[in-house]
C-alpha cells in the first residue's frame, strides 16, 4: 500500500472527516499566526464586529431597521432572511463576498466595500461548502457566521 492510497482514503471521509480535517487545518494555521505575533486585543466576535459596521443601515437585530435605513437610496436587506430568499440554505461564499464588496463593484449597490476594514486581523481557512480549506480574513469569516446565526426559518 502507497502512500497516497492512504492520503486517498482519508481524503474521501465523508463529510464529517472531511469537516475535521479542515477545522484541524484552521486551527494549525492559527497557532502558526498566534506563533508569530502576539495580539494586543483578542480578536472582536461576529456579533461586535455586527454591532459596528453593519448595524446602523441593517439594524441590531439584522432586519434592514437601522437609523441610517432611511437615508438611503436602497433599502438595506433583512439579513435574517438570506437563507429562507435562497431554498432554505445559507450561502456562506455569496455573503462573504457580498460583504467583502468585491462582486458589487459597478451594480449601484449602496453598501460600502468592508473588504479592507475587515481584512485586519488573522487569516483562517474556511470551506464554505466546497470541500476546499480556502484562507479568509477571520473578521469576514466571523461576520457571515454571525449573519448564519440570526436566519430565521
Ligand atoms: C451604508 C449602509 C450599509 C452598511 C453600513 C452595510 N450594509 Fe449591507 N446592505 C445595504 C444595502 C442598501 C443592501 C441592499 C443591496 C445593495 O444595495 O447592495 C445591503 C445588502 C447586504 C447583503 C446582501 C443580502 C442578500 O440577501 O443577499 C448582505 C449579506 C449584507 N448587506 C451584509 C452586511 C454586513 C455584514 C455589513 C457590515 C459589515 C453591512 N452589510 C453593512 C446597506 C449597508
Not at 492510497?5 to 472531511?18: D, E, S, T, V, Y
Not at 439594524?59 to 434592514?64: A, E, I, P, W
Not at 435574517?80 to 461564499?93: D, E, Q, Y
Amino acid at each position: 500500500m502507497t502512500a497516497s492510497g492512504g492520503r486517498a482514503r482519508l481524503a474521501q471521509g465523508g463529510p464529517k472527516g472531511g469537516q475535521d480535517m479542515v477545522r484541524l487545518a484552521a486551527f494549525g494555521a492559527a497557532l502558526a499566526i498566534l506563533a508569530g505575533c502576539t495580539p494586543a486585543e483578542p480578536e472582536p466576535t461576529g456579533r461586535a464586529l455586527f454591532a459596528q459596521f453593519c448595524a446602523g443601515c441593517h439594524g441590531s437585530g439584522g432586519r434592514g431597521d437601522g437609523p441610517a435605513a432611511a437615508g438611503l437610496a436602497r433599502r438595506p436587506a433583512d439579513l435574517t432572511g438570506i437563507a429562507a430568499r435562497n431554498g432554505g440554505s445559507f450561502p456562506m461564499a455569496r455573503v462573504m463576498s457580498t460583504i467583502d464588496g468585491y462582486t458589487r463593484r459597478g451594480d449601484g449597490s449602496v453598501m460600502p466595500e468592508l473588504g479592507a476594514v475587515l481584512g485586519e486581523g488573522p487569516v483562517v481557512l474556511v470551506d464554505t461548502g466546497d470541500g476546499i480549506a480556502t484562507p479568509a480574513p477571520a473578521r469576514l469569516v466571523a461576520l457571515a457566521e454571525y449573519l448564519r446565526g440570526i436566519q430565521v426559518p
